[in-house]
């Protein structure tokens, strides 16, 4: 596609249940991220992919947060036991190698009840 | 401590008027700068990226200055239009891997008409 592409762009769920957000990169792009951003803050850091292996995952929050790239392309964002205060936006972004451009994502907001 | 303070908080101007954002970080090392807007509900967008030679950048309306010695930087529009109504965030890369990045909570911009 043109842009990333992240599906879906609203998911509302109970706490305690599982989500999973997609995230579609541009083509070619190697690099994939991920982000968390609350109601006014900036983006947070969460995971980071070169190709399919995660090469820095120091950003997820705990254990219930788990995201993979199997073909190096499709990220899936995992998290398990949703709470609360894991309402948020997550963005998810590429660019090409890991310096440079970063595209973003129109993002998915979570809203845990 | 946020590593990258922006201010104002938010700003509320008339239409045809400039205006002049501030980011200070406390980033170090430093490797480059980057404005982005974000309007509602979408993905942050490029606007300008700066290494620690270059002292100013202009994209159209959006000129972004940067001092790396005080550690500053600045994003000023001019004639804004309603269009401009929008976050904008600065973020600053402590190394050139992008998996680096240390975002601003961002200035939230209303343009009047």
């Known amino acids: 596609g043109a842009g990333v592409s992240q599906t879906p762009s609203n998911k509302v769920t109970e706490k305690g249940k599982y989500v999973e957000l997609r995230c579609d990169p541009i083509?070619?792009?190697?690099?994939l991220y991920w982000y968390r951003q609350s109601l006014g803050q900036g983006p947070e850091f969460l995971i980071y992919?070169?190709?399919?292996?995660?090469?820095?995952d120091s950003g997820l929050p705990n254990d219930r947060f788990f995201a993979v790239r199997p073909e190096g392309s499709v990220s899936t964002l995992k998290i398990q036991r949703t709470e609360r205060g894991d309402s948020a936006v997550y963005l998810c972004?590429?660019?090409?190698?890991?310096?440079?451009?970063?595209?973003f994502g129109e993002g998915s907001r979570l809203t845990v009840l | 401590k946020n590593q990258v303070e922006q201010s104002p908080q938010s700003l509320i101007i008339l239409e045809g008027k400039n205006c002049t954002l501030q980011?200070?970080?406390?980033?170090?090392?430093?490797?480059?700068l980057r404005w982005y807007k974000q309007d509602t509900g979408r993905g942050p967008v490029s606007l300008t990226i700066?290494?620690?030679?270059?002292n100013t950048k202009s994209n159209g309306r959006y000129t972004a200055t940067l001092d790396a010695d005080t550690k500053q930087s600045s994003l000023h529009i001019t004639a804004s239009q309603l269009s401009d109504s929008a976050s904008y965030i600065c973020?600053?890369?402590?190394?050139?891997?992008?998996?680096?990045?240390?975002f601003g909570a961002g200035t939230r911009l209303t343009v009047k008409p």
């Open positions: 973020v600053v890369s402590a190394r050139q891997n992008n998996n680096d990045m240390r």
């Open positions: 980011c200070n970080y406390t980033v170090s090392p430093f490797s480059n």
């Open positions: 972004a590429s660019g090409q190698g890991t310096t440079g451009e970063l595209f």
């Open positions: 700066m290494t620690f030679s270059e």
């Open positions: 083509s070619g792009h190697t690099a």
């Open positions: 992919f070169q190709g399919t292996g995660a090469a820095d």
